[in-house]
C-alpha cells in the first residue's frame, strides 16, 4: 500500500469548487476538504499533481469562529462538505463563488449577488443513492489488522468504519450489510444508517431494505446500489441494482411490506462500475412518482431526472416566469438593478419616469422586440419539461438529448393536454433550426455549460431574450461573456437548490442590447 503523507498549514480563502485553499512549504496549492478559511489544520493528501494537490482535513489545531459540529460526523464530507458552517456563513460563500466566477471572465453583474434559500438546511433531498458493503469485510480486516498484515491509516479511518471498496468482490463469511457511502479521497467506504440530507422517508425505505437483505444473508458482493426517490407527498419508490441475475432477491410479499408505493429488482452489469440499467428483473407496485410544479403535475420514473429541491426550484420558476413574457415587473426590476448600477442621465430619467408612472418602452433600455406580449418560446437542454410546461407560455418547444427523458416529458405534454408543445429528441447543437430569433430561450445545461455552436447561433438569430439558468457559474460566466458583445444583464440571482454543499444554481436574464 502506498504510504500516506499528512501536512500542516493555515487555509486563506475557499476556492471555485468547494475546498478550502492553502499552501504548502514547498509553494503548491492545496485544495482542502473539510476545512474553513483561517484554519490551522493538518491534512491528509489525496492526490498529487506538480503544481497542486487534494487533501481532506485530519485535524483541526486552530479552528475558525464560524466552524460548527457537523450533522453527519463520519460521512459529511462524502455527502455535504460544508455541514461544518452555519447555513448563513455558506450563503456568504456561494455569493462569493459566483462574483468570483464573474470577475474571472470580466463579466460585471448589474446588483449585488442575491442567493435565494428556504433555510431548510436538512431533509430536503428527494432522492439519495446508496452503496453497500458487507460487515464480514471489516471483521477480515480487523484480524489482519491484529496479525500485522496491514496497518493504520491505510486501511481504517477515525472511527475503524473505513473498508476497500474492491474487497467487496472477494469471498468471505455474509454476517451483515450495511448502507454506504464512499469516502472522500480514498477507495473506502463509510457506514451510514443515512444522510441528514434526505427526506426521512428515504432514510426510513433504504433501513427497511437493508434489514430484509441482511436477514436473507446477502451479501455486499451481489449488490450495486440502492436508488431512492420520494415525492413531497412522502411517498416513495425503490430501484436496488444486483450484480447476478436473482428476480426473488426481493419477493412481491416482501415488497408489499415496504413503506413504498414501488420498486424494482435491476441487474446491472458488473463489468461496469456505474449502476445503469441492463435488465429489469422485477417490479413491484406503482414505480411512477407525481409531483405538482408551481400547480403542474409531472410524472418521472425512479431513475429519470427530477429536481431534488422542488420549493427552492419553484421559486427558481416564479423568477423566470417575470420575463416570459415581457411585462411591467420585469421592467421594474430591471430599472432597479440598472439604478443601483449605472448613474447616466437616461437611465436617471427613465427611473424618475418609473416612479412617476410615466415610462414607456424604448430603445437604448429594453429590447424593442419584446414588446409584444405573446412570444413563442424554445427551451434547450430541458430535461422532463419542467421548466418550459410551466413558465414556457402558449407556443413552446422542448429540446432534450436524453430519449428516456424526452419519453416523460411527451407524457407530460400529453397528459396536460398540452397541444401547443413539442419535445424534440436531439442534442440541443443539433436542434439549431428552431433559433429563428423571434422566440425567448430558455437554457438549462450540464455543468459543461453551451455548446460553442449554440453560442454561435445565438449571436447570429438574436432572439429577444435569453433565460440561462445555471448548476455552474464559472460555465455561465464564460459563456455570457462571448454573449454579451450583443446582450447585456438584464437580471440576475442565486438559489441555494443544495444547501450544506458547495453547490448552487444562478440565473441569468440577458436582453437584447
Given at each position: 500500500?502506498?504510504?500516506?503523507?499528512?501536512?500542516?498549514?493555515?487555509?486563506?480563502?475557499?476556492v471555485?469548487?468547494?475546498?478550502?485553499?492553502?499552501?504548502?512549504?514547498?509553494?503548491?496549492?492545496?485544495?482542502?476538504?473539510?476545512?474553513?478559511?483561517?484554519?490551522?489544520?493538518?491534512?491528509?493528501?489525496?492526490?498529487?499533481?506538480?503544481?497542486?494537490?487534494?487533501?481532506?482535513?485530519?485535524?483541526?489545531?486552530?479552528?475558525s469562529?464560524?466552524?460548527?459540529?457537523?450533522?453527519?460526523?463520519?460521512?459529511?464530507?462524502?455527502?455535504?462538505?460544508?455541514?461544518?458552517?452555519?447555513?448563513?456563513?455558506?450563503?456568504i460563500?456561494?455569493?462569493?463563488?459566483?462574483?468570483?466566477?464573474?470577475?474571472?471572465?470580466?463579466?460585471?453583474?448589474?446588483?449585488?449577488?442575491?442567493?435565494?434559500?428556504?433555510?431548510?438546511?436538512?431533509?430536503?433531498?428527494?432522492?439519495?443513492?446508496?452503496?453497500?458493503?458487507?460487515?464480514?469485510?471489516?471483521?477480515?480486516?480487523?484480524?489482519?489488522?491484529?496479525?500485522?498484515?496491514?496497518?493504520?491509516?491505510?486501511?481504517?479511518?477515525?472511527?475503524?468504519?473505513?473498508?476497500?471498496?474492491?474487497?467487496?468482490?472477494?469471498?468471505s463469511?455474509?454476517?451483515?450489510?450495511d448502507?454506504?457511502f464512499?469516502?472522500?479521497?480514498?477507495?473506502?467506504?463509510?457506514?451510514?444508517?443515512?444522510?441528514?440530507?434526505?427526506?426521512p422517508?428515504?432514510?426510513?425505505?433504504?433501513?427497511a431494505?437493508?434489514?430484509?437483505?441482511?436477514?436473507?444473508?446477502?451479501?455486499?458482493?451481489?449488490?450495486?446500489?440502492?436508488?431512492?426517490?420520494?415525492?413531497?407527498?412522502?411517498?416513495?419508490?425503490?430501484?436496488?441494482?444486483?450484480?447476478?441475475?436473482?428476480?426473488?432477491?426481493?419477493?412481491?410479499?416482501?415488497?408489499?411490506?415496504?413503506?413504498?408505493?414501488?420498486?424494482?429488482?435491476?441487474?446491472?452489469?458488473?463489468?461496469?462500475?456505474?449502476?445503469?440499467?441492463?435488465?429489469?428483473?422485477?417490479?413491484?407496485?406503482?414505480?411512477?412518482?407525481?409531483?405538482?410544479?408551481?400547480?403542474?403535475?409531472?410524472?418521472?420514473?425512479?431513475?429519470?431526472?427530477?429536481?431534488?429541491?422542488?420549493?427552492?426550484?419553484?421559486?427558481?420558476?416564479?423568477?423566470?416566469?417575470?420575463?416570459?413574457?415581457?411585462?411591467?415587473?420585469?421592467?421594474?426590476?430591471?430599472?432597479?438593478?440598472?439604478?443601483?448600477?449605472?448613474?447616466?442621465?437616461?437611465?436617471?430619467?427613465?427611473?424618475?419616469?418609473?416612479?412617476?408612472?410615466?415610462?414607456?418602452?424604448?430603445?437604448?433600455?429594453?429590447?424593442d422586440?419584446?414588446?409584444?406580449?405573446?412570444?413563442?418560446?424554445?427551451?434547450?437542454?430541458?430535461?422532463?419539461?419542467?421548466?418550459?410546461?410551466?413558465?414556457?407560455?402558449?407556443?413552446?418547444?422542448?429540446?432534450?438529448?436524453?430519449?428516456?427523458?424526452?419519453?416523460?416529458?411527451?407524457?407530460?405534454?400529453?397528459?396536460?393536454?398540452?397541444?401547443?408543445?413539442?419535445?424534440?429528441?436531439?442534442?440541443?447543437e443539433?436542434?439549431?433550426?428552431?433559433?429563428?430569433?423571434?422566440?425567448?430561450?430558455?437554457?438549462?445545461?450540464?455543468?459543461?455549460?453551451l455548446?460553442?455552436?449554440?453560442?454561435?447561433?445565438?449571436?447570429?438569430?438574436?432572439?429577444?431574450?435569453?433565460?440561462?439558468?445555471?448548476?455552474?457559474?464559472?460555465?455561465?460566466?464564460?459563456?455570457?461573456?462571448?454573449?454579451?458583445?450583443?446582450?447585456?444583464?438584464?437580471?440576475?440571482?442565486?438559489?441555494?437548490?443544495?444547501?450544506?454543499?458547495?453547490?448552487?444554481?444562478?440565473?441569468?436574464?440577458?436582453?437584447?442590447?
Amino acid at each position: 500500500m502506498k504510504r500516506q503523507s499528512f501536512e500542516t498549514l493555515t487555509l486563506e480563502k475557499v476556492v471555485g469548487g468547494g475546498q478550502a485553499l492553502g499552501t504548502l512549504t514547498d509553494g503548491r496549492k492545496c485544495f482542502v476538504w473539510g476545512g474553513l478559511p483561517g484554519e490551522t489544520v493538518t491534512v491528509r493528501i489525496t492526490k498529487k499533481k506538480s503544481h497542486l494537490v487534494e487533501a481532506v482535513v485530519e485535524e483541526v489545531i486552530s479552528p475558525s469562529p464560524d466552524r460548527i459540529q457537523p450533522r453527519d460526523p463520519d460521512s459529511y464530507l462524502s455527502t455535504s462538505p460544508w455541514q461544518i458552517m452555519p447555513l448563513e456563513i455558506e450563503q456568504i460563500y456561494k455569493r462569493q463563488l459566483i462574483d468570483d466566477a464573474f470577475t474571472l471572465h470580466n463579466v460585471a453583474l448589474p446588483a449585488a449577488i442575491d442567493i435565494y434559500c428556504n433555510n431548510v438546511a436538512y431533509g430536503y433531498r428527494n432522492k439519495v443513492e446508496f452503496s453497500w458493503y458487507s460487515e464480514s469485510v471489516v471483521s477480515r480486516a480487523v484480524s489482519q489488522k491484529k496479525s500485522g498484515l496491514v496497518s493504520g491509516p491505510e486501511l481504517f479511518s477515525d472511527n475503524n468504519q473505513e473498508i476497500d471498496a474492491d474487497s467487496d468482490r472477494e469471498e468471505s463469511s455474509i454476517d451483515t450489510l450495511d448502507l454506504a457511502f464512499f469516502r472522500r479521497g480514498s477507495k473506502g467506504k463509510i457506514i451510514v444508517n443515512g444522510t441528514s440530507l434526505a427526506r426521512p422517508e428515504i432514510n426510513n425505505l433504504a433501513r427497511a431494505i437493508r434489514d430484509l437483505l441482511r436477514h436473507k444473508h446477502i451479501s455486499a458482493r451481489q449488490l450495486k446500489t440502492l436508488l431512492v426517490r420520494c415525492n413531497q407527498s412522502g411517498s416513495c419508490v425503490w430501484q436496488l441494482y444486483i450484480k447476478d441475475r436473482l428476480p426473488e432477491i426481493i419477493t412481491a410479499d416482501e415488497a408489499a411490506k415496504l413503506p413504498a408505493q414501488g420498486g424494482e429488482v435491476i441487474y446491472s452489469d458488473p463489468r461496469s462500475p456505474a449502476s445503469r440499467i441492463t435488465e429489469r428483473l422485477a417490479r413491484f407496485g406503482n414505480t411512477t412518482l407525481t409531483d405538482a410544479i408551481l400547480g403542474i403535475p409531472f410524472r418521472y420514473a425512479c431513475e429519470g431526472f427530477f429536481q431534488v429541491n422542488i420549493p427552492v426550484y419553484e421559486q427558481a420558476l416564479r423568477d423566470m416566469r417575470e420575463w416570459v413574457p415581457y411585462n411591467k415587473a420585469r421592467q421594474e426590476r430591471q430599472l432597479d438593478q440598472l439604478a443601483a448600477h449605472d448613474n447616466t442621465d437616461s437611465q436617471q430619467r427613465a427611473i424618475s419616469q418609473k416612479k412617476s408612472g410615466q415610462l414607456h418602452v424604448g430603445p437604448g433600455l429594453f429590447s424593442d422586440d419584446i414588446r409584444a406580449v405573446k412570444l413563442s418560446t424554445i427551451d434547450l437542454y430541458a430535461g422532463v419539461g419542467t421548466i418550459g410546461l410551466t413558465i414556457g407560455g402558449d407556443n413552446i418547444t422542448l429540446v432534450e438529448s436524453n430519449a428516456d427523458a424526452v419519453r416523460e416529458m411527451q407524457r407530460n405534454i400529453t397528459e396536460l393536454g398540452r397541444t401547443d408543445a413539442r419535445a424534440v429528441l436531439a442534442p440541443s447543437e443539433q436542434a439549431l433550426d428552431y433559433i429563428t430569433g423571434k422566440e425567448i430561450v430558455i437554457v438549462d445545461p450540464p455543468r459543461a455549460g453551451l455548446h460553442s455552436d449554440v453560442i454561435a447561433t445565438l449571436l447570429q438569430q438574436l432572439p429577444p431574450c435569453i433565460l440561462y439558468l445555471s448548476c455552474n457559474p464559472v460555465t455561465q460566466a464564460r459563456d455570457i461573456a462571448l454573449l454579451q458583445q450583443r446582450y447585456r444583464i438584464a437580471w440576475h440571482r442565486g438559489y441555494n437548490f443544495f444547501p450544506r454543499t458547495p453547490h448552487s444554481e444562478h440565473l441569468v436574464v440577458l436582453d437584447k442590447k
